[in-house]
């Protein structure tokens, strides 16, 4: 076998500019999960030790507040370095070959949590959908090997469209992110327009037998809000919602203008910031912050035992209207995809970058001459998503437990902290003082919360699925990326005479 020599696999990536300025936002606005959040926030406050002052406003404004070094991040350097990746770019040009064994591991923890996230978003979305179909009047239900294999279907549509053209890929995941802030902003609307009176009368008709809302209203003992209450769910804003704006930068290099590339990140932060919060403040508007509270958190009412309170099935029955009720239902459940429909794009994108540097085999940078898409990317990852998905399917009961899986992406994030900061300090002539100076102040604030987070997730194992199986899960992956980095780099050095690591000081092309 011969292989040819140079830097990178190829001279230029054979991407194409496909992603307009509203594909490059609502494909982040799909990273940060609104619909998913909105529709799950119960699991976790069902496994609080308090409910006391736990109020989800404040909670998302101090979340986003936390965010905004890593958009300034985000933001500077995918301007600065637009290239397919994005923050495995950064990352792995700013530390250079001497640690690239620690990058690689760091990156590969981040990608897998990545497709654990997507499997367990694909059977939340089956469950959302079985949860909104007798507010329909549809009363199906459906066993588990069914709901697995909604789930691959799902996934399966999903990556086909992106195989076929990634133009196709993009406009789905853009028109499902649209259908579904649409039906949140319907959501809201609905609670913030109908007198509460009607909607507790509404409500009582989807609480489940043995709960009234003056049971569960007056169960609550306490303030709307506290410090350690808010304190406390920070960690479920990292987990769904507002560190996740790495999908317009990792597809940088296939985004059409400037400001496309300039403005999609603190764009797509501020969208998600005001539906988020509003969102869960209409909830409290319509419907009172006590009941709102109790209600979330009780597994019999929530659907984590039995029930099916959440933002999504409560604006359905409070819309009293047929036809918005079928849409707020359908919107729900596009979310779920949308999510999937972003992922299927950017998974595909890490493993993209990681052959083009070498360490992967070629074939994850493979594009189709007739399709122009990574095609078997997108096929190894549709195969390892529909093992997970089954997998997942099988011992759903451990979804919360997952959530430890976290503290891999938030170690990346904190590194790509510190990426930011030598990245500013080596280019003085790329950027005017001020960028710099804010890139230097933004990476060391980036670096400091993603370690608060890492220490929320650790300090609270009981919370925040601190076990075995996510640990375990996150050291393999980051053990696999390491050994996959070493062996690469022995296989060309020992045949072709090649050290693959000097990609690590060179600019990938676009």
Same mark, same amino acid.
């Given at each position: 076998m011969e292989v040819k020599q140079g830097v990178f696999l190829r001279e230029s990536t054979g991407l194409i500019k496909e992603a307009g300025f509203w594909d490059a936002v609502s494909i982040n606005?799909?990273?940060?999960?609104?619909?998913?959040?909105?529709?799950?926030?119960?699991?976790?406050?069902?496994?609080?030790?308090?409910?006391?002052g736990v109020n989800l406003v404040y909670a998302s404004l101090v979340a986003f507040l936390l965010s905004v070094p890593q958009i300034i991040v985000y933001s500077l350097l995918t301007t600065l370095i637009p290239r397919t990746g994005g923050d495995y770019v950064w990352l792995t040009r700013a530390f250079g070959p001497r640690v690239a064994w620690l990058v690689n591991g760091l990156v590969m923890a981040f990608v897998i949590q990545a497709l654990a996230y997507y499997a367990l978003i694909a059977i939340a979305g089956v469950f959302q959908l079985e949860s909104v179909l007798p507010i329909l009047g549809l009363n199906v239900s459906f066993s588990t090997w069914d709901m697995i294999a909604i789930a691959i279907a799902f996934f399966t549509v999903i990556v086909l469209a992106n195989i076929l053209g990634t133009k196709y890929g993009f406009r789905l995941m853009t028109i499902l992110t649209t259908i579904s802030m649409i039906g949140v902003v319907i959501a809201i609307s609905i609670m913030l327009l109908t007198p509460r009176q009607t909607a507790i009368a509404a409500i009582n008709n989807l609480l489940p037998s043995g709960y009234t809302y003056s049971s569960l209203a007056s169960s609550y003992k306490g303030p709307e809000a506290t410090l350690s209450g808010i304190l406390m769910v920070i960690p479920f804003f990292a987990l769904y919602v507002y560190p996740w704006l790495m999908a317009g930068p990792a597809i940088a290099s296939e985004i059409r203008g400037k400001s496309a590339i300039k403005y999609n990140v603190p764009v797509a932060a501020l969208i998600t910031m005001a539906m988020a919060t509003i969102g869960f403040e209409a909830m409290y508007y319509s419907l009172g912050f006590g009941f @709102? /509270?109790?209600? =979330?958190?009780?597994?019999?009412?929530?659907?984590? %035992?039995?029930?099916?309170?959440? $933002?999504?099935?409560?604006?359905?029955?409070?819309?009293?209207?047929?036809?918005?009720?079928?849409?707020?239902?359908?919107?729900? @459940? /596009?979310?779920? =995809?949308?999510?999937?429909?972003?992922?299927?794009? %950017?998974?595909?994108?890490?493993? $993209?970058?990681?052959?083009?540097?070498?360490?992967?085999?070629?074939?994850?940078?493979?594009?189709?001459?007739?399709?122009?898409?990574?095609?078997?990317a997108h096929l190894f990852d549709l195969i390892v998503t529909s093992a997970l998905i089954t997998v997942t399917g099988l011992f759903y009961g451990t979804f919360t437990a997952l959530y430890g899986t976290e503290v891999g992406p938030l170690t990346y994030l904190a590194f790509v902290g510190i990426a930011a900061v030598i990245i500013a300090l080596r280019k003085n002539n790329e950027l005017s003082g001020r960028a710099r100076a804010a890139l230097i102040t933004a990476g060391i604030l980036q670096f400091l919360v993603f370690i608060y987070l890492d220490y929320e997730f650790l300090a609270y194992p009981q919370i925040w699925g601190g076990n075995p199986l996510a640990y375990g899960v996150i050291i393999g992956a980051f053990v696999l990326g390491v050994i996959a980095y070493l062996v690469a780099r022995s296989i060309y050095l020992r045949r072709y005479g090649m050290d693959i690591s000097v990609a690590y000081v060179e600019i990938p092309p676009e």
């Open positions: 606005i799909a990273n940060m999960s609104i619909g998913a959040a909105l529709g799950t926030v119960g699991l976790t406050l069902a496994a609080l030790p308090s409910i006391v @709102v /509270t109790e209600a =979330l958190s009780n597994p019999n009412v929530n659907g984590l %035992v039995s029930g099916s309170f959440n $933002f999504w099935t409560v604006a359905m029955v409070v819309s009293h209207n047929a036809i918005l009720s079928w849409f707020i239902g359908i919107s729900s @459940v /596009t979310w779920y =995809l949308a999510v999937l429909a972003y992922g299927a794009i %950017v998974v595909v994108r890490y493993w $993209f970058a990681l052959a083009f540097d070498r360490v992967w085999p070629s074939t994850f940078a493979y594009i189709s001459p007739r399709l122009g898409t990574p095609i078997y």
